[in-house]
C-alpha cells in the first residue's frame, strides 16, 4: 500500500512560474497591466476567439457574461444540475432563475433534447451549458435547439477540449474558463471570458473594472489620464499581472500537461476496463477531452456500500479520491428556494449516487498512476459483494 497521501489535485508549477512572478514583483507594477494584455492575447489566439478578457475567476466570467448579454431580474436561464455552485449562483447574482434540465447519461453534460423541451414550455434569456470534466457538450445540438438564445459556456473544466476539430473558446457567444488551483490551466486563482462579439467584450471589459470607462487600467501609467467616467455600477473582477505571468507559462506548458493527462487517462482505461463493477468516462471518438477530471461510475449493486465505501477505502490506501458533483437540485438552497425533489433530475440523481473521481494531473508519476490502480482494484475487491 502507497505509504504517504496522493493529493486529489497538484498545481504543475516549476522555476519558470516562480522568475515570471519574481520579474513582476521587481517590475513594480502588481495589478492589471502589460502581463495581463500579453495573456489575453495569447489565449484568444489559442482557442481562436477575437476577444478574451482576463478576470479574477470562472464565476466573475460567468456573471460578467450573462450581465453582458441582457440577463435581467425575473429572467430564466437554462442550465444543468450536473456542476459547482457557480453556474446556478451566477444566474441567481442577477436575479434571474435557474431552469435546470437533466443530464444525458453518458456524459452528464446538459441534454439538448430537455433544453428543447424547456424552451417549448417557457423563454430563457440564455442556456448556460457546463463541459463537465472536460468533454464537450453537444455544442451543435444545442445551437439547433437555442435559436436565438445566447449560449454563455462554462469552460471551467474545459481547456484544452476540442469538440469534433474546434477548441472549446470559439463557438458560442461567450465561454468561460477558470484558473482556479485544481484546473488544467492555473494561477491560482483566475479566468479568462472569450467570445468574438465585439458588443459583449466591450461590456464585459467595463464591467469587469467598476463599469469604468475603456482603458481604466491605464490611469496610473504614463499614457494614462485620470479622468475617468463610471459607465454602470460595474465589478471589481480585474486579474492581477501576477497571476496573468502565471498564465503565460502554464499557457506554454498547456499542451505537454494536456498529455500528460491523456496518458494518465489512458492508463487509467487499461487498467480498469475489464473491471465490471466500473464503468469508465465517456468521451466522443471525435472530441479532445481537456482530463480535467477522470470520473468513473460505479456498479452500487456490485459493492457493499456503493461508492460511498469506495471513496472511504480509496481514503484508507492513501489515494485522494472525490465525488463531482454534488447536483445543484440536492443542495438545501435550490430544493427550498424552487422546491425541487431528487426525482426531478432522475439521471442526475441517479449518477451522483455512483461517481467517483481519481487524481489525475501532470505532476503524477507513473508509479503515482499504479498506486491508484492498485488501490481501485484492491478496494474493489474487499468491497465485491
Ligand atoms: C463547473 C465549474 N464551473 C465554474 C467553476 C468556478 O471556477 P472559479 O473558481 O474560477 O470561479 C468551477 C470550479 O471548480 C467548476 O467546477
Redesign the pocket.
Known amino acids: 500500500m502507497r505509504d504517504h497521501f496522493l493529493p486529489f489535485a497538484l498545481p504543475d508549477m516549476d522555476e519558470a512560474e516562480v522568475a515570471a512572478v519574481a520579474e513582476v514583483i521587481r517590475s513594480g507594477w502588481l495589478t492589471t497591466g502589460a502581463k495581463v494584455r500579453a495573456f489575453e492575447t495569447a489565449f484568444a489566439e489559442r482557442v481562436g476567439a477575437r476577444h478574451a478578457i482576463a478576470v479574477?475567476?470562472?464565476?466573475?466570467?460567468?456573471h460578467l457574461a450573462l450581465e453582458a448579454v441582457g440577463v435581467s431580474p425575473g429572467d430564466r436561464v437554462i442550465t444543468t444540475p450536473y456542476?459547482?455552485?457557480?453556474?446556478g449562483e451566477v444566474i441567481r447574482y442577477l436575479g434571474a432563475h435557474p431552469v435546470f434540465v437533466d443530464v444525458r447519461p453518458d456524459t452528464l453534460n446538459i441534454d439538448p433534447d430537455q433544453v428543447a423541451a424547456a424552451l417549448r414550455r417557457e423563454r430563457a434569456a440564455a442556456i448556460l451549458p457546463?463541459?463537465?470534466a472536460g468533454e464537450p457538450c453537444d455544442l451543435d445540438a444545442l445551437r439547433e435547439v437555442a435559436g436565438d438564445t445566447p449560449i454563455i459556456e462554462?469552460a471551467?473544466?474545459a481547456l484544452p477540449t476540442r469538440l469534433g476539430g474546434r477548441m472549446i473558446g470559439a463557438q458560442s457567444r461567450v465561454t468561460?474558463?477558470?484558473?482556479?488551483a485544481?484546473?488544467t490551466l492555473s494561477t491560482g486563482?483566475?479566468?479568462m471570458l472569450t467570445t468574438d462579439d465585439d458588443a459583449v467584450a466591450d461590456r464585459c471589459r467595463i464591467m469587469s473594472l467598476h463599469g469604468i470607462s475603456r482603458d481604466a487600467w491605464k490611469r496610473y501609467t504614463a499614457e494614462g489620464s485620470w479622468r475617468y467616467e463610471i459607465l454602470a455600477p460595474g465589478f471589481k473582477y480585474n486579474l492581477t499581472d501576477i497571476a496573468a505571468a502565471l498564465g503565460l507559462v502554464q499557457l506554454g506548458k498547456l499542451d505537454a500537461m494536456w498529455r500528460r493527462r491523456a496518458e494518465l487517462a489512458a492508463r487509467y482505461d487499461r487498467a480498469f476496463a475489464g473491471c465490471p463493477e466500473l464503468e469508465l468516462p465517456a468521451r466522443g471518438a471525435d472530441n479532445q477531452h481537456a482530463w480535467h477530471l477522470y470520473m468513473l461510475r460505479v456498479d452500487n449493486d456490485r459493492l457493499a456500500g456503493g461508492r460511498d465505501a469506495l471513496v472511504t477505502e480509496l481514503r484508507r490506501r492513501n489515494i485522494g479520491a472525490s465525488v463531482?458533483?454534488i447536483p445543484l437540485h440536492l443542495h438545501p438552497y435550490y430544493r427550498e428556494t424552487y422546491g425541487l425533489q431528487p426525482s426531478d433530475f432522475p439521471i442526475a440523481t441517479r449518477e451522483f449516487g455512483r461517481e467517483v473521481s481519481l487524481p489525475i494531473y501532470s505532476r503524477m508519476t507513473d508509479r503515482d498512476a499504479d498506486d491508484v490502480i492498485a488501490a481501485v482494484h484492491d478496494s474493489v475487491a474487499a468491497l465485491r459483494r
Open positions: 479574477s475567476s470562472c464565476t466573475a466570467a460567468l456542476t459547482f455552485a457557480t453556474s457546463v463541459h463537465i462554462d471551467a473544466h468561460c474558463f477558470s484558473f482556479y485544481t484546473k486563482e483566475g479566468g463531482h458533483f
